[in-house]
């Protein structure tokens, strides 16, 4: 197993578009979390997922935002609507129990 | 709520000299977890040691090492003999263990730390 991978590592695109990005987990991992992270921060929690099962979802940043794990194993991250505050680094992460492992993220450039 | 800050932005030593970086955290939960991120400017944050708040022990992984203060809710991160390739963001982080990782990981705002030749 070579680790959380995701794609695209870049995504440029207008304002007003929808965008969705993919996370594929350690196979071993029930646990799968999407962050974002800004310039000059650090990653602010998203949401969470136990196997197939969407448990937290209050912290997504509105209601463009939306996350499905159809099948406990890979997870995609949409954004509706784009807007230029969406601009941002989209990390996912997943973990057994108390130990993260985190992919090399999404790249998000609205213009 | 959690709450986890780190005061330096910056730092910069010289290679093979020893450095701390600060943390103090917040929470009201007595189970949780601590840990310290490195971030390279590659972006792909990559667990440096991790602290459970039950264990009175400070973790250690080979050069890194931590002082876990949990009455005063300090958790600094210690590099020894700093080398070129520790030049990166470093993040503290806090999760509750009540909540079994549902909350996710609360994040500081990170130190850039440099190492000059």
């Known amino acids: 197993d070579t680790g959380v991978s995701q794609n695209p590592r870049h995504k440029i695109t207008k304002r007003g578009q929808n965008v969705t990005f993919r996370c594929d987990p350690i196979?071993?991992?029930?646990?799968l979390y999407w962050y974002r992270q800004t310039l000059g921060q650090g990653p602010e929690f998203l949401t969470y997922f136990q196997n197939e099962a969407q448990l937290e979802k209050s912290r997504l940043l509105s209601d463009r935002f939306s996350a499905e794990r159809p099948k406990g194993s890979f997870s995609t991250l949409e954004i509706q609507r784009t807007e230029q505050g969406d601009s941002a680094m989209y990390l996912c992460?997943?973990?057994?129990?108390?130990?993260?492992?985190f992919g090399s993220g999404t790249r998000l450039t609205v213009v | 709520a959690q709450t986890v800050t780190q005061s330096q932005p910056e730092m910069s030593v010289q290679e093979a000299e020893t450095v701390t970086l600060s943390c103090t955290y917040d929470?009201?939960?007595?189970?949780?977890?601590l840990f310290w991120y490195k971030q390279p400017p590659s972006r792909q944050m990559i667990l440096v040691i991790r602290?459970?708040?039950?264990?009175?022990q400070n973790a250690t992984e080979n050069r890194f090492s931590v002082n876990f203060q949990k009455a005063a809710k300090s958790f600094s991160l210690k590099i020894s003999d700093s080398q070129l390739g520790d030049t990166a963001m470093y993040f503290c982080?806090?999760?509750?263990?009540?909540?079994?990782?549902?909350?996710?990981?609360?994040f500081g705002k990170g130190t850039h730390l440099i190492i000059q030749p």
């Open positions: 982080a806090l999760n509750s263990g009540s909540g079994g990782g549902a909350d996710g990981l609360t």
């Open positions: 992460a997943s973990s057994l129990f108390h130990g993260y492992t």
């Open positions: 602290q459970e708040a039950y264990k009175q």
């Open positions: 196979s071993e991992h029930n646990r």
């Open positions: 929470t009201s939960e007595s189970n949780y977890y």
